[in-house]
């Protein structure tokens, strides 16, 4: 997958593929120009992203891969941000702090059972309480398991309703975690600025935030549908924090999916 970037010295776009460290280093196809893209966005971001894009281009089954991608690189993103969080209150050096979390995440980077243990410690520490949406049913495990291990073709409804209940869940925790994602974001500016000192003379920086799906909130959260013991249609009753995830999800859907269109847009364009 790619985004399109504009080159400071022509202004022709040039598509770069997503990289691991959102450091991307690019020379313009038109004039030949260095430049250097550094994107502020967290992985979890950019992988729900393109679950979006999957799922709005009909990979219903590889949409599932990277929203279940993205749960599990959230749970990493809130562990560094709830960690340096703490440090920051000490007086241990944030370099430092940064050291040992790396190395402590070492021991559990290829286990997602224990990433998921360390994720419900910290949420525990910091808001003292139990992280009581941590249930197969809530992160969707049966779903995400029949797709991913066992090769079930899911319908473009499931996927979205998985979807939905991935973007609350992340929605909620980030909404409580609030400034304390800063601290988090602070350690990649800290690689940008180590990567912007070692580029050679003649390469133009350029930073770039594109709007994803978790920042600043600017759509406004649709109230939950009352539940209704007795559907007028008949069938089951309403569930609330289904249509509540459902609803929300959409909302973010159709603010960032007129930008999803044109990137993609653009790639058919450009190949053809």
């Not at 080159?7 to 450091?23: I, K, L, M």
């Not at 009909?58 to 562990?79: H, I, K, N, Q, T």
């Amino acid at each position: 997958m790619d985004f399109p970037t504009s080159c400071p010295g022509c202004g022709s776009e040039n598509r770069v593929e997503f990289a691991d460290n959102s450091v991307h280093d690019v020379t313009c196809a038109r004039c030949g120009a260095r430049y250097c893209v550094f994107l502020r966005k967290q992985k979890f971001e950019v992988l729900f992203d393109l679950g979006t894009r999957a799922l709005m281009d009909g990979y219903a089954r590889e949409a599932v891969a990277s929203f279940s991608a993205a749960l599990e690189r959230f749970m990493e993103f809130y562990v560094r941000a709830t960690t340096l969080e703490r440090a920051a209150g000490s007086d241990m050096d944030f370099v430092a702090a940064l050291d040992a979390l790396d190395g402590t995440w070492r021991h559990v980077a290829s286990q997602s059972e224990r990433q998921l243990g360390m994720f419900a410690l910290a949420y525990l520490l910091r808001e003292g309480r139990e992280p009581d949406f941590l249930t197969p049913r809530g992160l969707g495990t049966d779903f995400r398991n029949r797709v991913i291990h066992r090769g079930s073709l899911p319908t473009r409804a499931e996927v979205e309703a998985y979807a939905a209940a991935v973007f609350a869940l992340i929605d909620r925790v980030l909404t409580e975690l609030g400034p304390g994602a800063a601290h988090a974001e602070l350690a990649q500016e800290q690689a940008f600025a180590a990567h912007v000192a070692a580029l050679p003379d003649g390469v133009t920086v350029v930073f770039e935030e594109h709007p994803g799906m978790f920042r600043a909130r600017r759509f406004g959260a649709p109230a939950p549908q009352p539940k209704s013991p007795k559907p007028a249609t008949g069938g089951r009753p309403v569930n609330d924090a289904q249509a509540f995830q459902t609803a929300l999800f959409r909302r973010a859907l159709e603010e960032r999916g007129p930008q999803l269109e044109r990137f993609k847009g653009q790639a058919m364009r450009r190949g053809s």
